[in-house]
């Protein structure tokens, strides 16, 4: 039987956009935001940008780099490389369950962004007071029904996408909704840049604030690197090997890097004007997009337009991670299962939704009605931080050390400087940082996030 030839990107651009809308998704639309905030602003904002330079880049450069060097998925990636180990799959297995858990409750977020979305274009939010658009919020997050058809509806324009295939589906739509979200962004960004905030969000973000920054603001900025990034979660593998030989690919890896840190403080620059003009707290956690953000959109001149403008953005940012999500799961399951596309799509897309009603009804209390009181957080908040501060980081450590300490040096020498302008020097520099400086990182990572050290 005649292997089927891999289906590759069409070209470096298209390959660009679907690597930095994966990249570019609501990790920097509603969690960069608050966490920066949260933070202390200029300093843990230096931090994260030092952790994608130094950390994020080199890791990102090496999922790549596998995916091309196998033309596999996450879990064949390690399957081709060492057969007779399956430990090592390990990684790729953690990858894609990554991908599916994320996904399962992405969907539920980003079908929040929906909702608003119209909510936006009929000017749902004029006239309410803050109290009552906080309301409304914790209205939908209860309200069962609405939040399974928002969760549905999602999911279905991400299979939809995915269904038709790399170039088709994941690079065509990339293209549209990458430059659409670079648009809009850049579009308020400008606005904001008119409101009376934007002296005191430049402050905040620049301005140095040492009282609320600490050692573990530096691994929070590393983890939110991570997932910024689309690390850990066998997203670049699987986009890697849709990528030929003659793609600089360490190269790609630092445009990608630097795009996703400039659309992150845009997003940052936009939101902060908005918040800063009316006096709210950038520290206002997740309801500062849901709760803050529509009641102050209501306050200013063109507010339907800003407010629809926005969650336009806030979707079209979902729906480029969201299928990046499901290609990883489907493309594991089409090499391991012989899937093809459109059946893999299919109940992958299907087993994601199903897997989600509990995050989707976390806020009604209809499943699992006690499990706030026992955990501490509802079920959406616990598949997000179970993600967060296990598998991503797990994941991503397994891959640093394999190929710092397992895979042939020649042969990932060899794969680094394949179609790149780079020198040798710069993958030697590579390489020191996947054998020592990156995994010692991550393992801090995952002491402090499980409490079993304290650096505060």
């Given amino acids: 039987m005649t292997k089927k030839a891999r289906e590759h990107f069409s070209s470096k651009i298209g390959f660009f956009f679907a690597a930095i809308g994966s990249a570019v998704g609501l990790g920097v639309l509603w969690k960069f935001p608050y ?3 949260q933070n202390g602003g200029a300093l843990f904002l230096l931090a994260y940008v030092a952790c994608t330079i130094l950390i994020g880049i080199p890791v990102f450069a090496a999922e790549l780099l596998l995916g091309r060097k196998t ?14 180990k399956p430990f090592w ?3 790729g297995w953690l990858g894609v369950v990554s991908s599916f858990l994320i996904m399962s409750f992405y969907s539920v977020v980003a079908g929040w962004g929906l909702s608003y979305m119209v909510s936006s274009i009929t000017g749902a939010s004029r006239g309410m007071s803050a109290e ?11 309200s069962s029904d609405l939040c399974l058809l928002w969760h549905f509806l999602f999911t279905l324009m991400t299979m939809m996408i995915v269904f038709s295939g790399v170039r088709k589906g994941i690079e065509h739509w990339s293209r549209i909704m990458t430059r659409s979200l670079f648009a809009m962004l850049f579009a308020l960004f400008l606005y904001s840049c008119t409101l009376p905030g934007m002296g005191p969000a430049i402050e905040f973000i620049l301005y140095p604030n040492f009282e609320t920054f600490t050692f573990s603001s530096v691994l929070e900025a590393l983890g939110l690197s991570f997932f910024t990034l689309s690390l850990g979660q066998g997203i670049m593998f699987s986009y890697g090997s849709y990528t030929s030989d003659q793609e600089d690919l360490p190269m790609m890896s630092i445009i990608v890097s630097f795009a996703v840190i400039i659309v ?8 902060f004007p908005v918040v800063f003009t009316f006096g709210f707290e950038p520290s206002a956690g997740t309801g500062l997009i849901f709760q803050a953000l529509p009641y102050l959109f209501s306050k200013l001149p063109g507010g339907v337009l800003i407010s629809t403008l926005f969650f336009s953005l806030f979707v079209f940012a979902g729906l480029t991670s969201a299928m990046a999500f499901v290609e990883v799961v489907a493309s594991n399951m089409m090499e391991l299962m012989g899937w093809s596309r459109k059946k893999a799509a299919l109940l992958v ?8 009603i509990p995050s989707a009804l ?8 006690d499990w706030q009181e026992i955990y ?46 780079c020198s040798p020097r710069l993958f030697s520099v590579w390489y020191y940082a996947m054998r020592f400086l990156v995994p010692g990182l991550i393992i801090l990572i995952i002491l402090q996030k499980s409490g079993l050290i304290n650096f505060d």
């Fill in 349 to 356: 897309s299907m087993a994601t939704f199903i897997f989600g």
């Fill in 376 to 421: 501490r957080m509802n079920f959406l908040e616990t598949m997000d931080n179970f993600v967060s501060v296990w598998l991503i980081p797990v994941g991503g450590l397994i891959t640093t050390v394999f190929v710092g300490w397992i895979w042939n040096k020649e042969a990932s020498q060899e794969e680094f400087l394949k179609g790149s302008s």
């Fill in 132 to 142: 009552k658009v906080s309301e409304v919020f914790h209205l939908l997050v209860s």
């Fill in 35 to 37: 966490i920066v905030g």
């Fill in 71 to 84: 033309q596999r998925s996450a879990i064949g990636v390690f399957s081709l490389l060492m057969p007779t």
């Fill in 362 to 369: 976390a806020g009604s209390g209809i499943l699992f009605s």
């Fill in 264 to 271: 992150a403080i845009l997003g940052a620059l936009t939101i």
């Fill in 89 to 91: 799959k390990l990684a």
